[in-house]
T-cell receptor, first 114, second 115 residues
């Protein structure tokens, strides 16, 4: 199993540009998450999904959109990049609907908006 | 609302010292889950432990041990005989049963172990 994969690893955007961060998992997990980690800070939840076709906002959803058309993929879309979105983005997944399950994290995407 | 506080922003120790990382949490749920993750300089997140609210037994895994005390809402992490490879940021996280598997993270503690 590849686990949770994210592309790209690094990206530099100009203000106002848009991009999609890709996330895929091959563990047949229903639950998937997007977090952002600002420098020197903990992770904050952006969006999550409990299954294909179902998404919901987390703590910091403004400026982002998601979709979940398949169990495997959970892309994160930035429409109008702003410097405040400079961060490291982590995608995660887990298989259960109880908090007892460990979340598996991808390697992260480091995004800089200039 | 759930909250996790890691009051120690940075800790610096000399190799072979013991070190304890503090974690205090807030929740209204009676069923919840606590986690510790390690983030080495390479940036990935490494799962260390999960504990549910009904299991207050302390746990030891090699040089790592965890002390869970519901009375003080704390879930502290101790590294015995620290090593340089333990240098990392350590995150404590909480998940409430009513919020599914969503994690709330603390701000993290940067541990530096000097030779």
């Amino acid at each position: 199993n590849a686990g949770v994969t994210q592309t790209p690893k690094f990206r530099i955007l100009k203000i106002g540009q848009s991009m999609t961060l890709q996330c895929a998992q091959d563990m047949n997990h229903n639950y998937m998450y997007w977090y952002r980690q600002d420098p020197g800070m903990g992770l904050k939840l952006i969006y999550y999904s409990v299954g294909a076709g179902i998404t919901d906002k987390g703590e910091v959803p403004n400026g982002y959109n998601v979709s979940r058309s398949t169990t495997e993929d959970f892309p994160l879309r930035l429409e109008l990049a702003a410097p405040s979105q400079t961060s490291v983005y982590f995608c995660a997944s887990n298989g259960g609907d109880a908090g007892n399950n460990e979340q598996f994290f991808g390697p992260g995407t480091r995004l800089t908006v200039l | 609302a759930q909250k996790v506080t890691q009051a120690q922003t940075e800790i610096s120790v000399v190799e072979k010292e013991d070190v304890t990382l503090d974690c205090v949490y807030e929740t209204r749920d009676t069923t919840y889950y606590l986690f510790w993750y390690k983030q080495p300089p390479s940036g990935e997140l490494v799962f260390l432990i999960r504990r549910n609210s009904f299991d207050e037994q302390n746990e030891i895994s090699g040089r790592y041990s965890w002390n869970f005390q519901k009375s003080t809402s704390s879930f502290n992490f101790t590294i015995t005989a620290s090593q340089v490879v333990d240098s990392a940021v350590y995150f404590c996280a909480l998940s409430e049963e009513t919020s599914g598997s969503r994690l709330t993270f603390g701000e993290g503690t940067q541990l530096t172990v000097n030779p």
